[in-house]
């Protein structure tokens, strides 16, 4: 291992700062996350591995489909049976959720 590598490896994780500190604003949004961006952060737990009866196969989502893409978003904005409202991302715009549904329903 080289000199900096070590120093990489020891070097501190967080800073303290104290009351009074300046402290660097958080970097501004670029935008809506994609739909694939909100699966893999939120929606995968559950819908990549079918936990808790998540749709996760094209069998699965087919009987959903077919009530239409109005119900599939209502039921995600406000959940529906075993899935809270918004799954897990609290944050989520409802255009995000949307593009997450139909990242899931198309691949």
């Given at each position: 291992?080289?000199?900096?590598a070590i120093k990489k490896r020891l070097a501190?994780?967080?800073?303290?700062y104290l009351e009074g500190?300046?402290?660097?604003?958080?970097?501004a949004p670029t935008g809506p996350r994609s739909g694939e961006q909100v699966y893999q952060a939120s929606c995968f737990a559950c819908h990549g591995t079918?936990?808790?009866?998540?749709?996760?196969?094209?069998d699965d989502w087919s009987?959903?489909?077919?009530?239409?893409?109005?119900v599939l978003l209502d039921h995600a904005l406000n959940?529906?049976?075993a899935m809270p409202p918004k799954g897990t991302c609290m944050d989520?715009?409802?255009d995000e959720i949307s593009?997450?549904?139909n990242f899931m329903t198309t691949k």
């Open positions: 291992m080289t000199a900096d501190p994780i967080g800073a303290v500190d300046k402290v660097a604003a958080p970097a079918g936990a808790l009866g998540a749709p996760k196969s094209a009987p959903r489909l077919a009530k239409g893409n109005d959940g529906f049976n989520c715009s409802e593009a997450a549904i």
